[in-house]
């Protein structure tokens, strides 16, 4: 049978109407208090159409905030919050997904009110941060002492724990983008010398590890990861990106992960499109890529067996239909940009629909 973008997919334990899948995009709508609100609770019910949300990155400690305003997902205030948007997607026929995140180098104490932690003492490098003292130089971040860790592992599991009371259908682990998951697994930043750090067994340490904890509390298949060795974003960079994708690669079909995303910088560089074959090599479960595909290129991908699904970002910040949009091959409606991570429903739930 030909798959495509509107076949089902058992993605894990979670079973999906469709392949179209809504990426992780931070608004900046829940406020200081981090609690997902009515507006995030419009927001994600308007986009229940999708196979899967992904939420934007939520907090797993009130400390380690980058943006001002990210949801959170660490005491029971937050929690009440989220299982409104889960309802809310749910009683939509949709299904939804928490990614698990930590900030690490790329948080401020401007923000937070303490020195960022990462895996070392290596600063984001020519570029600001916004603070509620406007944009400042990120700051030079305090290494995590290995007798910490186990704590930051500690804090995912938890988050797990309240993912699963919440009512999320799976929870997946923030390893791209530069946070601190990231800054563990790349060379540019990871220069320790202890157990988490040289090797790219080492490096890859503490993902392994929140891994182990999230399916201590949920089960393998209510788990997944993201990474994305090829991505630039908050200053990182990878040596052996190749050898990096396969060894976790290797590390995630031992445990029989719900799913796998590579978030590509563009899908169709040579030198993404070659993690992505390595991907599928070494992990047999559910592959999503992400990274500038459209509906016929993430039909192809499909259909040629190089992923499971698509995930796409721009597309359903202003589409909240999508998936009957690209069914029907109508234009899409054009992101407003400048309202990114403004307050308020302009540009976040006021999108219209094709049936509007």
Request: include cysteine; hydrophobic fraction near 40%; glycine fraction near 8%.
């Amino acid at each position: 049978m030909s798959l495509d973008l509107f076949s089902p997919l058992k993605l894990g334990a979670v079973e999906l109407r469709n392949r179209i899948l809504m990426a992780p995009l931070t608004r900046t709508r829940a406020g200081t208090s981090h609690i997902p609100n009515d507006l995030m609770v419009e927001y994600y019910r308007q986009r229940a159409g999708a196979g899967l949300i992904f939420t934007e990155c939520a907090l797993i400690t009130p400390d380690a905030s980058a943006y001002l305003g990210e949801g959170g997902l660490f005491d029971e205030a937050t929690q009440a919050g989220w299982k409104r948007v889960t309802d809310a997607v749910h009683a939509a026929g949709g299904r939804i997904a928490i990614q698990l995140w930590h900030a690490g180098r790329a948080a401020h104490s401007d923000i937070n009110g303490v020195q960022p932690v990462s895996a070392s003492n290596k600063a984001i490098r020519n570029d600001l941060t916004h603070t509620p003292k406007g944009k400042v130089p990120y700051e030079t971040p305090r290494p995590l002492r290995t007798d910490e860790i186990p704590g930051i592992v500690e804090l995912f599991r938890k988050a797990a724990e309240r993912a699963d009371a919440a009512g999320f259908d799976a929870v997946q682990i923030h390893g791209a983008h530069g946070y601190l998951v990231d800054q563990f697994l790349r060379d540019s930043v990871n220069d320790r010398s202890d157990q988490y750090g040289g090797s790219i067994e080492n490096r890859a340490r503490l993902l392994l590890e929140i891994v182990d904890a999230c399916i201590s509390v949920l089960g393998a298949g209510r788990v997944g990861v993201r990474i994305s060795p090829l991505v630039a974003f908050n200053d990182m960079a990878e040596s052996q990106p190749q050898a990096l994708v396969e060894y976790v690669a290797k590390e995630l079909q031992k445990r029989g992960v719900g799913h796998l995303e590579l978030r590509h910088e563009q899908w169709d560089q040579p030198a993404e499109q070659e993690l992505a074959r390595i991907a599928r090599a070494h992990f047999q479960g559910p592959l999503l890529l992400n990274g500038g595909f459209d509906a016929d290129s993430g039909n192809a991908s499909i259909r040629e067996g190089r992923a499971d699904a698509i995930v796409y970002g721009k597309a359903f910040l202003a589409n909240p239909d999508l998936v009957q949009r690209f069914a029907s091959k109508a234009p899409l409606n054009a992101v407003d940009f400048s309202t990114l991570y403004t307050p308020g429903p302009k540009g976040y739930t006021d999108y219209p629909t094709l049936a509007a």
